[in-house]
């Protein structure tokens, strides 16, 4: 479980992480010590013993790295926390993680202060206290290796809070066991060896930003280059100059990407392909990229499974386009109708999941845990169809359909077709009231710049393609759609304007 004293044994000078906006790098070797030293730390002044919660307010950086190779050695556990939270939020998820020690970057520091319960934590430290102490070029006392503590596969290595939107967050349990199955899943479908190389944009207190790449890349002793926010311009321009292989983004970011006045002319030769995740991305998307060269990977994943689940092979973007693929090597799938029977090729049903990836449960929320791992398999609350050739489509999330006249409808597929309009960016469809039929669809519609389109232009262009029960019965154009952030969009706060 200990992949840093592993790497600094085989290739303990070569550069495993970069941060970007000061430059700094560490050897697999530097991590390594840096990692021994705060493992030293952690016993002696914090009495931080396996299982103990180390709960973190920062953005990327390099000490976030060491602080993952010292929960290997250590058997703590990482609580990543969401800075872009509230004061309120924050005291919610500290309240259940009840960590024994809290290191908040300074600027995120009145955050911290404002909820109660940081109060009751006994230790804390500073981001940038931690960085001093990680200072590669000052020996200390704790430099001697570390003698590892024995731990289960099934011990934690995380504790990953979901987004909340629906209600409180609940603490998905992300094990040394599934850290290593999600690298060998991830290897196994895409190209990640010892000569990978890639920058991590997403933000580290989700998934994405620690299990798509960044962790099966330092598995495999690969190169990660971390950055603190997505900005466009520099991203374009690091896609080049570190020689990226694989890049891992969400279509928002893709089309910014492609947006860029230097796109045109860049040189994306280094690029194996890109992976897309989080939601479908658009085809004249995905045309754009093809145009440079650049294939584009569609997949599937979710917090509590993998997170890196299904993939698309880029030689059927186009001929399976909508598709998030087909299961990984070592996943297990079933779709289930409302009776749990396997449903036909493409009818729609839960996707259920099953294999050595999957969460053991949620931290202290028994009741979430055997809802969600019903009769052994693992209830993802997404609806698929699966077609004739195994290809899995995501029709909607279960808790999006609503019924309208006696009939379900799925937001997802109206929102696809209402994005083909030449003069549409983006969509999203909610649930109204509606006293004759229960429930229509509200759509709200972002328009690209300079574009005009009315109301019932709109309807009359889906009425071309949709049941009649499926098309909207009103429609808002906004500026652009709330998104979450990982650059979903976000359902609730829709809900919220009407």
Request: charged share 20%; with cysteine; aromatic share 10%.
């Amino acid at each position: 479980m200990d992949w840093s004293s592993k790497w600094a044994l085989y290739s303990p000078d070569k550069i495993a992480f970069k941060e970007y906006e000061t430059n700094k790098t560490l050897t697999f070797g530097e991590l390594d010590r840096l990692a021994n030293r705060l493992a030293h730390r952690f016993a002696a002044e914090y009495g931080i013993k396996k299982g103990d919660r180390v709960a973190v307010l920062a953005e990327n950086c390099l000490e976030y790295i060491v602080l993952f190779c010292t929960a290997q050695k250590t058997g703590c556990i990482l609580v990543p926390l969401n800075y872009r939270l509230s004061s309120a939020e924050i005291d919610f998820l500290l309240r259940d993680a009840k960590p024994k020690l809290v290191i908040g970057e300074s600027k995120f520091q009145a955050q911290l202060e404002q909820a109660a319960y940081y109060r009751k934590i006994k230790h804390h430290w500073t981001l940038e206290a931690l960085g001093s102490f990680c200072n590669k070029a000052i020996p200390t006392e704790y430099d001697a290796a570390f003698l590892k503590l024995p731990l289960r596969e099934s011990d934690p290595v995380f504790i990953l809070y979901t987004s909340g939107t629906t209600g409180f967050p609940k603490g998905a349990l992300y094990t040394h066991k599934m850290l290593f199955w999600n690298s060998i899943n991830t290897s196994m479908s895409l190209i990640v060896n010892s000569e990978s190389r890639t920058i991590n944009v997403m933000p580290p207190f989700h998934t994405g930003g620690w299990n798509v790449l960044t962790t099966p890349f330092f598995h495999h002793g690969g190169y990660t280059c971390l950055l603190k926010k997505f900005e466009p311009a520099a991203v374009l321009s690091l896609l080049q100059s570190e020689r990226v292989s694989l890049f891992m983004g969400v279509p928002t970011m893709l089309k910014m990407l492609a947006d860029e006045p230097a796109f045109e002319r860049a040189d994306f030769s280094s690029l194996h392909y890109i992976i897309v995740g989080g939601e479908p991305m658009p085809v004249p998307l995905i045309e754009k990229w093809h145009e440079k060269g650049v294939l584009i990977r569609q997949g599937y994943g979710m917090t509590e499974v993998g997170p890196n689940l299904t993939s698309l092979h880029h030689n059927d973007a186009m001929r399976k386009r909508g598709s998030i693929g087909r299961p990984n090597f070592y996943v297990e799938i079933k779709i289930a109708d409302e009776q749990g029977r396997d449903c036909a090729p493409n009818q729609p049903g839960e996707l259920l999941l099953r294999g050595p990836m999957v969460t053991p449960g949620y931290w202290r929320n028994r009741q979430a845990t055997q809802k969600a791992l019903e009769s052994g398999w693992f209830h993802t609350g997404d609806l698929v169809r699966q077609d004739e050739d195994q290809y899995i489509y995501v029709v909607d999330r279960i808790k999006n359909m609503f019924i309208s006249g006696g009939e379900n409808v799925y937001p997802a597929e109206i929102e696809r077709v209402i994005v083909t309009h030449p003069a549409v960016a983006e969509a999203s469809v909610i649930a109204m009231p509606d006293e004759k039929w229960g429930e229509t669809g509200r759509a709200f519609v972002v328009l690209h710049p300079g574009e005009q389109l009315t109301e019932t232009a709109l309807m009359e262009y889906c009425s071309t393609q949709l049941a009649r029960f499926k098309i909207p019965k009103s429609v808002v154009f906004i500026p652009a759609l709330p998104k979450n952030d990982t650059g979903k969009i976000n359902r609730l706060a829709l809900r919220e304007k009407v």
